[in-house]
């Protein structure tokens, strides 16, 4: 039993510190029955570019304001299908983007770092003309949002940080050992035992081969570069989020007894929620419940325009 649970939070760490669970990229799949109203696959597909790469998102209503949805590690936007409807009727507009090195978006040699990404997000924003967003980054999401955040704090409004950390799990040494396997050719057995480890009890079997499916989908040189890019320490300073703040975290033995004082300490405007019977996907596992959790977030804090 001893033996299972250190297996266990290894590989737990190693998702998180990737950051990015391979975030439920529902990459090809489709929505379930019971939900009703816009899904990912419904939105305006377009393209922004950004260093001669095209960024793919999807736009959903109107208006210069937005909720800005950012999935995680070997992710795509079609890990929020299940969301749109929901956030569709309580604010007026929604974008959600597949990262460089994701989805439909081009997957170009170069440095996936999480500056990269953060301006990928803005010229996501700039192509849909959205001058302000409510950034929800989930896993690897999470230091994305950050990092648009110290770049565009003018063009901020608030951030939901979905099972994502503000802080470094471990040493170089701890890091590189997590990330050495995934460099060789066995990456992808990696990638399954790791889904193994974070998939909660909610996931369903669909959803479980659809975050697989999308891992396996993802180029190698993405899956090394993203994880890099979270493991650089200047990404983990204790500079301050002066904007709303919304952590959604999954119980875990993982997460450090001072996680929500951590948090507090660098967002000092934070609503802090760990819930109890999910994993790293909680947002696959209980949607409802997570939309009505951001929603009554921006709800609370006056962010954006009701529908």
């Excluded at 998939?199 to 396996?216: D, H, K, V, Y």
């Excluded at 996680?259 to 507090?264: D, K, M, P, S």
């Excluded at 019977?277 to 009505?292: I, R, S």
Aim: proline share 5%.
């Amino acid at each position: 039993m001893k033996t299972r649970l250190i297996i266990d939070l290894r590989t737990r760490m190693f998702a998180c510190l990737a950051f990015a669970l391979l975030s439920a990229l529902v990459a090809v799949a489709q929505r379930p029955a019971q939900f009703t109203g816009p899904k990912a696959s419904d939105g305006e597909s377009r393209f922004a570019t950004l260093d001669g790469s095209r960024i793919n998102y999807k736009s959903f209503g109107k208006g210069d304001e937005a909720i800005v949805l950012v999935h995680g590690w070997t992710g795509s936007l079609d890990v929020w299908s299940e969301h749109i409807a929901h956030l569709r009727r309580a604010r007026s507009r929604v974008l959600a983007l597949s990262l460089p090195g994701h989805g439909e978006s081009d997957k170009p040699q170069t440095t996936y770092s999480m500056d990269f990404y953060a301006r990928a997000v803005d010229a996501v924003m700039r192509d849909a003309k959205v001058k302000r967003a409510v950034l929800v980054g989930h896993s690897m999401g999470t230091p994305v949002a950050r990092q648009f955040y110290r770049k565009y704090p003018q063009k901020t409004l608030a951030i939901v940080i979905v099972d994502g950390s503000l802080r470094p799990f471990g040493d170089k040494k701890m890091m590189e050992g997590f990330m050495a396997g995934f460099r060789g050719p066995n990456y992808r057995e990696m990638g399954k035992q790791m889904f193994a480890g974070m998939a909660g009890p909610n996931l369903s079997p669909e959803l479980r081969g659809r975050i697989q499916t999308s891992f396996l989908n993802t180029p190698q040189h993405v899956v090394v570069g993203a994880m890099e890019g979270m493991a650089d320490d200047s990404i983990w300073g204790q500079d301050k989020i002066n904007v709303p703040v919304l952590a959604v975290m999954a119980k875990s033995p993982f997460w450090p007894a001072d996680t929500e004082q951590f948090y507090r300490s660098i967002a000092p405007k934070l609503d802090f929620q760990m819930w109890d019977g999910v994993g790293h996907f909680l947002m696959m596992e209980k949607p409802e419940q997570f939309d009505q959790a951001v929603i009554a977030f921006l709800d609370k804090h006056k962010l954006m325009k009701k529908r």
